[in-house]
Nanobody, 123 residues
C-alpha cells in the first residue's frame, strides 16, 4: 500500500492562492489514479479533483472548476493541487488519495489516504 503525506495547507485570505502537495512513499504512484477530497466541519468528505495515472485526464467538482488545478509529477512521486481565487467555502481539511483503477469522484474507490492538511480561508 502506498503512504501519502499532504502539505502546503495554511491560512489565506479570500481571493488568495495555495498549492497543496501530496508526497507518496512505499511504492511508485505512476500507475495510480490520484484524487483530492476535502471535509469541512460537520460535513461529509467530498470530491475536489482527480487525475489519471498518465496525467492526461483530469476531473473537477463544479465548485472548484476554473479555480483549482490538479497535476502530478510521477518522477517525484508527488501530486499537486493549485488552488486560486480561494473562497470562504473552500475552508476544509484536504486529503489526497490513491486509486489503482481509474480517476473517479467516488471516494470509496480509493485505496490509500493521507492524514490531511488544513486549509482556512479568511475574509
Amino acid at each position: 500500500q502506498v503512504q501519502l503525506a499532504e502539505s502546503g495547507g495554511g491560512l489565506v485570505q479570500a481571493g488568495g492562492s495555495l498549492r497543496l502537495s501530496c508526497a507518496a512513499s512505499g511504492r511508485t504512484i505512476s500507475t495510480y489514479a490520484m484524487g483530492w477530497f476535502r471535509q469541512a466541519p460537520g460535513k461529509e468528505r467530498e470530491f475536489v479533483a482527480a487525475i489519471s495515472w498518465s496525467g492526461l485526464n483530469t476531473y473537477y467538482a463544479d465548485s472548484v472548476k476554473g479555480r483549482f488545478t490538479i497535476s502530478r509529477d510521477n518522477a517525484k512521486n508527488t501530486v499537486y493541487l493549485q488552488m486560486n481565487s480561494l473562497k470562504l467555502e473552500d475552508t476544509a481539511v484536504y486529503y489526497c488519495a490513491a486509486n489503482r483503477m481509474w480517476a473517479t469522484q467516488d471516494l470509496n474507490k480509493y485505496d490509500s489516504w493521507g492524514q490531511g492538511t488544513q486549509v482556512t480561508v479568511s475574509s
